[in-house]
């Protein structure tokens, strides 16, 4: 079994920054894709940031060059740093990992529980 958990979401004025974490464990072999996705109200979840394998990391372009993403292959933990953080900002940030379990094997695709980020003017 395979969980993803994420922290640090909160609540912070406009123009604050805040760090979440997301730290995959369970049967894994290899994480391929490690991303970060938001839902906000009444709206369709939509990707923030996504990083495959040795490619650069692609940005949604509403949050370009305010957040940067990061990862650490060996505790197979990443982050979203958030800067400059405006109120439209304000989702449920959900980690999403796409990885193999054995040698050869499927890949599976797996998402974090959701924490809550909110921005206020």
């Known amino acids: 079994q395979v969980q993803l958990v994420e922290s640090g979401g909160g609540l912070v004025q406009s123009g604050g920054s805040l760090r979440l974490s997301c730290a995959a464990s369970?049967?894994?072999?290899?994480?391929?894709?490690m991303g970060w996705y938001r839902q906000a109200p009444g709206k369709e979840r939509e990707l923030v940031a996504r990083s495959t394998g040795g490619e650069s990391t692609r940005y949604a372009d509403s949050v370009k060059d305010r957040f940067t993403m990061s990862r650490d292959n060996a505790k197979n933990t990443w982050y979203l740093q958030m800067n400059s953080l405006k109120p439209e900002d304000t989702a449920v940030y959900f980690c999403n990992a796409e990885l193999t379990k054995i040698v050869g094997g499927p890949e599976f695709r797996y998402w974090g529980q959701g924490t809550q980020v909110t921005v206020s003017s």
């Open positions: 369970g049967t894994i072999f290899s994480i391929n894709t």
